[in-house]
């Protein structure tokens, strides 16, 4: 096959083709991304229970106290009853989620205590298998009436070779005989990722998803955003400040979100990593298919606008000040809003296609015209030129790659995002599609074939950059103790040795590295299938990139020819696995990433593409 790779007729990318999609989902931002290792931490939630608690010692029993709220947003404590006959060190412990890792870096612990007790309190981290204690730390305590945060940093002498470990808390029985002490916002924070710190994010998680090196950030959902029922959705306003002011969310995946990961987080997160923040706005629509009436949406809207005020508004501003007094005066710049999240399904589309996106659209166009609108399906008609429509797309492999020219004849007056995609399921014969059934087949982790149709999926985007502007896998993540999706882009366990990076998250990489802001034409003889490609040029680097896949071929030499080229010096980086069905999972990598130069034959540099494999040529000039 004969590439020849044309500089001229291209399409300007948008700067940001490959990017990231996030929401709590999975355990992925609480017993995930966010840092923390104490779950349940302060028994949020409508129903409060003592999940990850345990009890040290008979004489002492714990329960969900709701007379000695910490806070309007923390009602629910920790009440631990001691008997009269305790004596010695009693207490209790914390199993994390799903286990705490230690490691010889500095910890930071902190509480909330109340009751009749001076003396000391004993922090520790210990096995959960053999008890062997790797930390211990005393804080003298002098708690009353009132509640009295105590904070401490510590760091342990030695590892643990394994996440199998608790956090306990200990006290003198004899001083609290017969009597209680309240606990709550119990908290047990790692080093933190870069400097997202004492709220940040878990270092490994962090760093895989930098290490991608995507241009956007899509957040804070996914249906994470839109919440299961009435009254509840992703509240911004209720995820800032003092951990102490964040109440409940319980998220539309089964569990309650501490709210940790708050909107200042995620923003925090899109400036260290430098992506530009894709930000998603509820839009009165539940998971459940209540939506918002015309006549009760105004409020919603203003939310949204007072959302955006806090973000970008100057310090004059009601919003903007309030963000200033969180410590953050400088605003932040937010040139995307998202108008819900696929506002097409559980019987939203006609409320959004009615009012819900106009009302929003108008407000924030109004107020911040410069600001790119994104209805969050691309089924909604009649949207201002200029809008942005989400793309959404779960699927198969052999299905996914008939999709390669799925934009080429698209109304070039709607730019496309496609928010999420992913191949989920295997192929099936005569069910080309995905079945939502429940227990319909699914990938566990991703294939390599589906990272092959997935590239495929994606070069056609490529090509066809005028109109895509962006590409995210979606979920991020998924915490292998509990998860309600699969496959994922990087699964996890409280030990950083399971952190498993799927076949999916190094076709991102791969891709995401090698993209130029101009696409440039390629001629040749060949039609597409089972080889496919696209090619872009980088002005600012100067540097072509094919990108090429071979999708149940066989075994092909590719030479690529690009006539302004005299010489350059090119590497070939290629991704497979022994076969199609081949995954990573935990400390089993099957996949193969590897970088070669090659040198310049005659007029053309000459790499080979085997069946399922991914390549670059990354030519410089
Ligand atoms: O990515 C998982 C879910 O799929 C998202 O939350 C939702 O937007 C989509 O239906």
């Known amino acids: 096959v004969h590439l020849t790779i044309n500089s001229e007729n291209g399409n300007a990318t948008s700067g940001m083709l490959f990017g990231l999609m996030y929401e709590d989902i999975n355990f992925s931002g609480d017993g995930g991304l966010y840092a923390e290792l104490i779950r349940n931490r302060a028994l949020q939630g409508p129903n409060p229970d003592l999940t990850a608690w345990h009890s040290e010692g008979a004489s002492v029993t714990l329960n969900v106290d709701k007379s000695e709220p910490l806070s309007d947003a923390l009602p629910n404590v920790l009440r631990v009853d001691v008997s009269s006959a305790a004596s010695g060190k009693v207490g209790f412990s914390n199993e994390g989620y799903w286990g705490i890792p230690v490691n010889t870096d500095q910890y930071k612990a902190s509480f909330y205590v109340k009751g009749d007790y001076t003396g000391d309190v004993e922090l520790s981290l210990r096995s959960a298998i053999d008890g062997t204690v790797f930390s211990t730390k005393t804080v003298s305590v002098r708690a009353n009436g009132q509640w009295k945060k105590y904070t401490t940093r510590f760091t342990p002498g030695k590892a643990s070779p394994n996440a199998n470990n608790t956090f306990t808390i200990m006290f003198d029985a004899e001083k609290v005989r017969g009597k209680s002490l309240y606990f709550n916002l119990i ?54 400040g003092d951990l102490i002011d964040r109440p409940a969310y319980p998220g539309p995946w089964g569990y309650v979100n501490t709210l940790g990961l708050g909107l200042i987080e995620y923003m925090r997160w899109t400036d260290l990593m430098g992506l530009e923040p894709l930000l998603a706005v509820y839009a009165g629509l539940y998971l459940d298919g209540t939506f918002i009436t015309e006549e009760d949406l105004a409020p919603y809207v203003q939310s949204a606008l007072d959302e955006l005020e806090f973000l970008t508004g100057s310090v004059d501003t009601h919003w903007g ?46 107020k911040y015209p410069d600001m790119t609108i994104i209805a969050s399906t691309p089924e909604i008609t009649g949207t201002p030129a200029g809008t942005w429509l989400d793309f959404h797309l779960y699927d198969k492999p052999d299905h996914l790659t008939t ?90 366990t409280a030990d950083p040795a399971d952190t498993t990076l799927s076949i999916s998250y190094y076709l991102q990489k791969l891709f995401a590295q090698n993209v130029g802001d101009n696409t440039v034409a390629v001629e040749t003889s060949e039609d597409f299938r089972p080889l496919f490609w696209s090619a872009t040029y980088s002005q600012k680097h100067r540097e072509y990139y094919v990108k090429m896949a071979n999708y149940n071929g066989t075994s092909t030499d590719i030479s690529v020819h690009i006539p302004a080229l005299r010489n350059g010096k090119a590497t070939w980086t290629t991704l497979s696995a022994p076969d199609g069905h081949s995954y990573n999972s935990p400390r089993n990598v099957t996949s193969k990433w590897t970088e070669t130069e090659i040198p310049k034959s005659g007029d053309s540099w000459t790499v080979t593409l085997d069946n399922l494999m991914i390549g670059v040529l990354k030519i410089q000039k």
């Open 321 to 366: 000040s309030y963000r200033a007094s969180l410590g953050y005066p400088e605003p932040w710049v937010i040139r995307h809003v998202e108008i819900g999240n696929e506002d097409n399904l559980w019987g939203g589309l006609p409320s959004y296609q009615n009012y819900r996106f106009n009302m929003f659209n108008d407000a924030i166009k109004a």
């Open 403 to 492: 999709l390669f020219g799925q934009f080429d004849n698209w109304d070039r007056q709607h730019p496309v995002l496609v928010g999420e995609l992913a191949v989920i399921a295997p192929n099936e014969p005569n069910k080309p599609e995905v079945e939502w059934t429940p227990g319909a087949l699914r990938l566990a982790y991703p294939s390599m074939i589906g990272a092959v149709a997935e590239s495929i999926f994606f070069m056609g985007c490529e090509r066809n950059a005028d109109l895509v502007q962006g590409i995210a896998y979606a979920p991020g993540f998924q915490n292998l103790n509990s998860y309600q999706w699969v496959p994922d882009l990087i699964s996890f």
């Open 187 to 240: 908290s047990l924070f790692p080093k933190t990722w870069s400097n997202s710190g004492t709220n940040g994010l878990r270092v490994d998680l962090a760093e895989a998803i930098d290490e991608i090196g995507g241009k956007f950030l899509r957040f804070p959902g996914g249906n994470n955003l839109e919440g299961q029922s009435p009254p509840y959705w992703w509240k911004w306003n209720e995820t800032l």
